[in-house]
């Protein structure tokens, strides 16, 4: 399969002399197969938005390698930005435009033909509103254009920022239908969205970012797969023994992933009755043992060290630097 | 070309550019109108109502006159002493003259075109320019601001050509607007001349000077215009433009004033904008030193310092290309976030 996308050490670094020297992009991968719909994942400031503004020529980088459809960037950038749609964070319009205004002007700007501006706002079902003034708009308005203005060029790669920020259910799902379809038709999409159980729904791949490395990638069924294994649930007859369970088995070598209320998350279980023996050589009675299959938002959660602990405050740039391993198959693998 | 023609769009879609248009078009209504009343056109009906009245004022200033003398010479007959109350030789030195009632004083206020159009060919200009400094501020900071330039950017990549071809369809309406209207003023003030004026001695030479200080007044526009557009570009915000304006009336005209003032520079004006605006129009804008006359001594030429229009090209043209050039270096190197 041919990559679409191709990103290899990716570097961007933001010099103040108040707040020194910062890593947006510390020599990031990435790599997007054709007709693909890619998951880009990543917590707040881990440089998502910066890598898609690089690729998109807006941020000129330090150092690495981009390619898209097989052109070097950004030397080639005027060349492959007709076959790139693209929308990068919060979707932004003139207020007083009217829709059709606002994509009329990209399409003349493109030069493509009048009808093609139809042909979008039907699809993302802001037919019959194209007439009213943008500010008139509810955010999710704002990004079903949003979304009609990375489609109007009919890209090969469509580039989308947190599409589903601030539509309804109803919204979320018909745009997951519609990524569906246009992957179905040929369309690479590039999908970057915090709400993980939809990348895991419509994804065939992803990629997980997190300050400014990437620390997971590859089909998404094979990362889950790779961070699933020996990840235990366990509850206690008494709630009030946990931390000393979990005290217990960090000294005996098994990794508390996250501590709840009620139970224990346990990660790298190989035997689970281990477990119990542990724990009942301490006096401490198990009620529950429970293998858990684990889904993208807690693999994520886990790779990224960002998951919520009870009574800390986690600030933005606090997240895991992983080395960079992971499934097979992705760039410079 | 299709971005061209897609930023002249826009531009003209742009609800302050029609907004600013409308308040330009109807100011200068405004003012043509207003101006149109207070002209009256000298009829030959008028002219002789003025003479008539000279000639009254005339003969009734030597009537009270004669009355004086009367009343002098009677006050000395009885002995008094008249030079204080009435003057030597009791005023007779005095007699009213006619060439003293000159005709041209009883007439109303007669629009001349060849001798008073290029003032408001200045008074255009400064409209004209306040309209392309404010379209063109915001037609680039609201860009800017409102993320337009982003998505126009993921269209076309290319920085530089992006903001030239902006500046391009800025320069164009503002020219063609600069044009229409004021081919529209010069009517307006020709018809004024015509019918409420006069339009004598309007010879092809008069018009040529028109024409050049037509010229002058688009060039100070596209000039306005483009720094603002440029300002408004390195700020990528139209308030920066609003702010450097503001900053730049500031310091020139009220701190530097001050300043030279406080320190007794000579032709310290040599230092403030407007007088540079002043001679790009008038061709050149006099200085006088007063402070080297000693008027106790009698009459005095004071010491004159001249700035000319090409001094005034220089100051404005090299002003504009910095801030131009500062716009497209900054549009090149910083990121767009």
């Known amino acids: ?333 | 070309m299709s971005l061209f023609v897609t930023e002249l769009r826009r531009l003209g879609k742009r609800r302050l550019t029609r907004l600013m248009l409308v308040l330009l078009l109807v100011g200068l209504a405004t003012v043509a109108t207003a101006f149109s009343f207070s002209s009256h056109k000298l009829s030959p009906d008028v002219v002789a109502a003025a003479q008539a009245e000279s000639d009254a004022q005339y003969k009734r200033s030597v009537e009270d006159w004669k009355r004086t003398v009367t009343d002098c010479e009677a006050a000395q007959a009885r002995g008094e002493q008249t030079e204080e109350r009435f003057g030597p030789n009791c005023g007779k030195d005095y007699q009213p003259q006619p060439e003293m009632f000159d005709p041209k004083w009883n007439l109303p206020y007669q629009f001349d075109f060849r001798a008073e159009f290029p003032t408001f060919i200045a008074v255009f200009a400064g409209a004209v320019a306040l309209f392309a400094f404010i379209v063109g501020a915001s037609f680039v900071g609201a860009e800017w601001n409102t993320g337009g330039m982003m998505n126009l950017l993921l269209w076309r990549p290319r920085r530089l050509a992006v903001l030239g071809t902006k500046l391009a369809a800025l320069l164009t309406t503002v020219l063609g607007v600069t044009v229409v209207l004021g081919a529209l003023w010069t009517a307006a003030f020709w018809l004024i001349g015509t019918s409420r004026g006069t339009t004598a001695k309007t010879t092809a030479g008069v018009w040529r000077s028109i024409g050049l200080d037509g010229l002058r007044a688009v060039a100070l526009v596209l000039v306005v215009g483009a720094v603002a557009f440029a300002l408004a570009s390195l700020g990528r915000h139209t308030a920066m433009a609003l702010g450097a304006a503001v900053a730049v009336f500031a310091i020139s005209e009220i701190g530097i004033r001050i300043a030279v003032g406080v320190l007794s520079v000579p032709f310290g004006e040599r230092y403030v904008l407007s007088t540079y605006a002043q001679s790009w129009f008038m061709k050149q804008a006099e200085l006088f030193d007063y402070d080297t006359c000693q008027f106790a001594k009698g009459a005095c030429e004071p010491a004159k310092y001249v700035v000319t229009w090409e001094q005034s090209a220089l100051v404005f043209g090299v002003g504009a290309v910095a801030a131009l050039v500062g716009a497209f270096w900054t549009m090149r190197r910083r990121d767009i976030s």
């Open chain 1, 1 to 333: 399969m041919s990559a679409v996308l191709e990103i290899e050490g990716l570097r961007k670094t933001y010099r103040s002399r108040k707040r020194g020297v910062r890593h947006a992009l510390d020599g990031f991968d990435m790599r997007v197969e054709a007709g693909q719909v890619h998951g880009f994942l990543g917590p707040n400031g881990s440089g998502k938005t910066t890598t898609l503004r690089t690729l998109l020529g807006l941020i000129r980088p330090n150092g690495g390698r981009m390619a898209i459809l097989g052109q070097e960037l950004p030397h080639a950038l005027p060349t492959v930005a007709g076959r790139v749609g693209a929308i990068v964070e919060s979707p932004q319009f003139f207020p007083h435009f009217s829709a059709r205004d606002t994509l009329g002007l990209l399409a003349q700007a493109g030069e493509l033909p009048r009808q093609r501006v139809d042909e979008v706002l039907e699809l993302v079902g802001l037919r019959d509103r194209a007439g009213e003034r943008v500010k008139t708009y509810s955010l999710g308005m704002k990004q079903r254009l949003a979304v009609a203005s990375a489609l109007l060029k009919n890209p090969k790669l469509l580039i989308l920022d947190e599409p589903a920020n601030g539509l309804d259910p109803g919204g979320i799902r018909e745009m997951r239908g519609l990524m569906r379809g246009l992957a179905e038709s040929g369309m690479t999409v590039v999908l970057s969205s915090h709400i993980l159980g939809e990348i895991q729904l419509i994804c065939d791949s992803v990629t997980i970012i997190s300050l400014g490395r990437r620390v997971a990638f590859g089909p998404v069924e094979e990362v889950l797969a790779a961070h699933s294994q020996g990840t235990v649930r366990v509850r206690l007859e008494a709630v009030s023994d946990l931390p000393q369970a979990a005290e217990t088995l960090t000294r005996s070598g098994i990794r508390v992933a996250t501590s709840e209320a009620d139970h224990l998350m346990l990660s790298g279980v190989d035997k689970p009755a281990e477990v119990s023996r542990l724990l009942a050589e301490q006096g401490l009675y198990v009620s529950e043992l429970t293998p858990v299959a684990v889904d993208l938002e807690s693999v994520f959660l886990e790779l990224t060290a960002t998951a919520p602990v009870p009574g800390q405050h986690r600030q933005v740039d606090q997240s895991a630097k992983v080395d960079q391993t992971g499934t097979a198959g992705g760039w410079g693998a």
